[in-house]
């Protein structure tokens, strides 16, 4: 692969140290709402009385809403002004949190996570687009979005950690209430901090296509959620993901004939756009879904409690950090694809070992040691994905690009755990143990094939394309 040429970075000005701080901190606080209610939900059913067959719309409305109204709100933040949109989200954030921490029924708990998931398709790609076009292109940028990879990655480790620290502690309803105080604080500073560029021109939403995309989008985040509960046979799995591709077909007819598209056809053209975000959804699903299963094996196989086992994990949510923070140095260099490979050749090489996971509880010090390695790893393939996803895109054009990389992370996290679950439900008449570990092994995978595919399609970008 061929080598970046390196740049100097410019240190980072108080004002510019305040923004990425309000940032990272809204972004981190919906990183953890991903999870945070996992393992609180058998405590949520029998205190409001929700029945353990649906149980799993807590988590199912709340990743609806996130994935499928992310893109549309992504233009909406290019059209409407990206600190307009953040602050409504955030705000749309603390006053959801506040229902969910009082709701003493099924439907205000869910008509509460709706709202959550609403607000996160807002702030996610608002805040994302004001981090890229708040520091330059370069090793800034490659650094802020290193921290914001971090934050958001471990916060979906610790969402599962502290989910179970409070309901054993002190409540389940504490998971909503410590949303309602960080949106206070982002809200009292956000307006002073946050700065951007007005847009001479408002070109109009596309309608069409963005009713077209968000239902396509519904119908097959829908689609593969039921795919984790009923199986992927399942009319009620297969029929919304049917559904969701002609949808998208459909989609792809309206945008090339209108004159304002909510997708470009030339953004959809940049290979680091379309092969990058394709690198990040295999990213995300992942490293979610290899939570998912080692949390089963701690627990079902190992003895481990929820919290032991969340605890345990959070090893991983350390080399996520870590992996944060190595980031930018690969990427300025080497260049992100290349720095992608080496995070996805990586997580495979540390994954394929856990393929072998037996009942001894020996295994708990290699598991701990490769899952670290593994979020390290991680988090460098997920870095260089959004720096080149964002990379030589106008800055018109960075909250679609940057709502095309939440939806990847989204769709990711929401795919990786039902497809994984498929391949585990098979091998159960053999049991447990076997079906862990031929998830695991095609996890591992995965990983291989994100490498593959990143090597083969992505180039370095030496300057600034123009739309």
């Not at 009385?49 to 709100?73: D, K, R, Y």
């Not at 959801?96 to 008509?111: E, F, H, R, T, V």
């Not at 799995?237 to 949808?247: D, F, G, H, I, K």
Request: a positive charge; aromatic letters at 8%.
């Amino acid at each position: 692969m061929t080598t970046a040429t390196p740049i100097k970075a410019e240190k980072m000005s108080p004002r510019e140290r305040l923004t990425l701080a309000v940032l990272l901190t809204a972004n981190f606080t919906l990183a953890v709402d991903f999870s945070i209610l996992n393992v609180a939900l058998p405590q949520i059913g029998a205190e409001i009385g929700f029945g353990t067959e649906h149980l799993q719309w807590i988590v199912t409305s709340f990743a609806l809403c996130a994935a499928g109204f992310t893109l549309l709100f992504g233009r909406v933040a290019d059209l409407f002004g990206r600190k307009r949109l953040f602050l409504v989200g955030i705000a749309l954030l603390g006053l959801a949190s506040l229902a969910g921490g009082l709701a003493q029924d099924p439907a205000l708990l869910i008509i509460a996570r709706i709202a959550q998931g609403l607000a996160t398709a807002m702030v996610t790609p608002a805040a994302l687009s004001l981090l890229t076009t708040s520091f330059a292109e370069g090793p800034q940028r490659s650094k802020a979005l290193g921290l914001n990879g971090a934050l958001m990655a471990a916060g979906f480790t610790t969402g599962a950690v502290l989910g179970g620290v409070l309901t054993g502690v002190v409540s389940w309803r504490w998971a909503f209430f410590i949303n309602v105080v960080v949106a206070v604080a982002v809200l009292l500073s956000a307006p002073f901090v946050l700065r951007e560029r007005s847009s001479e021109s408002r070109a109009r939403l596309d309608a069409p296509g963005a009713i077209l995309v968000t239902a396509g989008l519904l119908a097959l985040v829908y689609g593969i959620s039921n795919a984790g509960e009923l199986g992927w046979l399942s009319p009620a799995s297969w029929l919304p993901m049917l559904a969701a591709v002609l949808l998208f077909a459909l989609f792809a007819v309206v945008e090339r004939r209108s004159a304002e598209p909510l997708v470009s056809p030339e953004l959809l053209k940049r290979r680091n756009v379309a092969w990058g975000n394709l690198a990040g959804l295999l990213a995300f699903a992942t490293e979610t879904s290899l939570v998912f299963l080692l949390t089963l094996y701690l627990q079902s196989i190992l003895g481990f409690s929820a919290i032991a086992a969340g605890l345990i994990l959070a090893v991983l949510g350390v080399g996520t950090v870590l992996g944060g923070l190595l980031a930018p140095r690969l990427i300025k260099r080497f260049g992100a694809p290349t720095a992608m490979v080496f995070g996805f050749v990586v997580q495979a090489a540390v994954t394929a070992p856990l393929a072998f996971l037996g009942e001894q509880a020996a295994w708990l010090v290699p598991l701990l040691l490769l899952s670290f390695l593994g979020g390290v790893a991680n988090l460098v393939a997920i870095v260089g994905y959004v720096v080149s996803s964002t990379s030589s895109v106008p800055s018109e054009q960075q909250g679609l690009a940057t709502g095309l990389v939440t939806m990847s992370q989204q769709v990711g996290i929401t795919l990786g755990t039902p497809v994984m679950s498929a391949i585990l439900a098979s091998q159960l008449t053999a049991g447990l143990l076997p079906g862990l570990q031929l998830a695991i092994g095609v996890n591992a995978a995965v990983a291989m094939v994100g490498a593959l595919l990143v090597a083969s399609f992505l180039r370095p970008l030496r300057k600034p394309e123009r739309a």
